[in-house]
């Protein structure tokens, strides 16, 4: 029996860059059009700022957008569905349909965003659906600790606001919802991404036929978080079976000069299988099931994160050997073959989310929220290339410390510490 080694995978061959034709309307909507033959399916996402609206009105602006029968009808009919979501950031409409059924999605499409019909049969079941939904995340000890983590990190902004509740929804109504639609869904500041076998040139045609006439607005723009305060809390949930810990520590952009040797680091301290905490927490002392680091980024914060979910009683063990390892990631510097396993799996991991339509499309949308030209792709293998081992330490010292961390640990406190009563 062979045991198998990431090193002996050979490199992949140069990445292949979407070729992407773009477009701005007149209206202020950028227009992302890419062909991919693979599949004849269309894949489409719309995305359109919505900072600071009221959030259970945006819950509900989003479900009823996605769940009226007479739009699913009609995206059925065409091989295809819709659906929509919302965060502080944005909201999203995005589907898949027949490549040969483009015109008519968009023109479905059109008319969602310029003339919904919110009917009022229908707003009740959104609201329904939308308390019963947030009911279930409000009993998730996933949720509580996601929110209070959240909340520590940035306070009142709209990123730490916890989600709305139950009553929040019952008490907004359907006339709010029409209001916002009508104030915020709107051209200006949104992009409009379409992958799929279809020609760009004649795709991003269709778009001006279907949505040139979509009126712009005012865009209002996501005041950036507080300063950061590193801080550790913890929130006190007695008859809880495991603790759950969660990190956060700033990170820069992805454009920044040190971000492929941070991320480089991030994959080796606990970014995949093979990363430092997994062997320690997992393979090791079989504390827990999936330790795991990642970046995370939105349009105004960029952390690195760490998350643990551990059985009560090797709590305070667990949460000791995270701050080691991050600890060690200064103190025994990377070496060579880690730098290139994990070095490996980043650049395969790109290729493999380009190699779905699905997959493309989402990338294209988060190049295109952060302001990155499809040109940057095309950069990435040789950026992590160039990154030495001095520079994943020097990343690490900078960015993936407890000192600098927002620490969050959710737990039967009585329990976990139990020496500390």
């Not at 959240?150 to 709010?176: C, Q, V």
Request: glycine share 8%; with cysteine; hydrophobic share 45%.
């Amino acid at each position: 029996m062979t045991t198998f080694d990431l090193l002996d995978v050979p490199t992949p061959g140069p990445l292949r860059v979407p070729a992407v034709h773009e477009r701005t309307l007149g209206n202020g909507l950028r227009v992302l059009a890419t062909r991919r033959t693979s599949t004849p399916l269309a894949e489409v996402c719309l995305s359109v700022p919505f900072a600071h609206a009221d959030p259970a009105a945006a819950v509900l602006l989003a479900g009823a957008l996605s769940d009226s029968s007479r739009v699913q009808d009609r995206a059925r009919a065409m091989g295809g569905g819709l659906s929509a979501a919302v965060d502080a950031d944005r909201l999203r409409v995005a589907g898949s349909v027949l490549a040969d059924q483009l015109p008519d999605f968009l023109a479905l499409l059109g008319e969602v965003v310029t003339d919904p019909a919110y009917p009022a049969d229908e707003f009740g079941l959104a609201v329904d659906t939308a308390v019963q939904g947030t009911i279930g995340v409000l009993a998730s000890p996933v949720h509580h600790v996601a929110e209070a983590l959240n909340t520590r990190m940035f306070g009142d902004h709209p990123y730490g606001l916890p989600i709305p509740r139950p009553e929040d929804f019952r008490r907004t109504s359907r006339d709010a919802v029409r209001a916002l639609h009508a104030e915020r869904v709107r051209p200006s500041g949104a992009g409009l991404v379409l992958a799929g076998d279809f020609d760009p040139v004649a795709a991003s045609d269709l778009v001006e036929h279907a949505l040139g006439g979509w009126r712009p607005g005012p865009e209002v723009p996501m005041r950036p978080p507080g300063p950061w305060v590193p801080g550790r809390s913890i929130v006190d949930e007695p008859g809880l079976p495991q603790s759950l810990l969660r990190m956060a520590m700033p990170a820069p952009r992805y454009d920044a000069t040190d971000y492929p040797a941070l991320a480089l680091a991030a994959m080796v301290f606990g970014g995949y299988f093979s990363s430092r905490l997994v062997q320690n927490i997992r393979e090791e002392k079989g504390f827990s099931y999936s330790p795991r680091s990642t970046l995370l980024h939105v349009a105004q914060a960029h952390l690195a994160t760490v998350s643990l979910d551990v059985v009560t009683a090797n709590t305070a063990a667990a949460v000791e050997e995270v701050h080691a390892e991050l600890t060690r990631m200064t103190d025994r510097p990377v070496t060579p073959p880690e730098l290139d396993r994990a070095r490996r799996y980043a650049v395969g991991t790109l290729r493999l989310r380009l190699a779905t339509l699905t997959g493309l499309a989402a990338t294209l949308c988060e190049l295109d929220l952060h302001g990155l030209p499809v040109a940057w792709l095309a950069g990435h293998d040789a950026r992590l290339a160039a990154v030495t081992p001095d520079e994943v330490t020097a990343a690490a010292r900078e960015y993936l410390t407890p000192e600098k961390a927002v620490t969050v640990l959710l737990c039967d406190e009585k329990r976990a510490y139990p020496a500390a009563r």
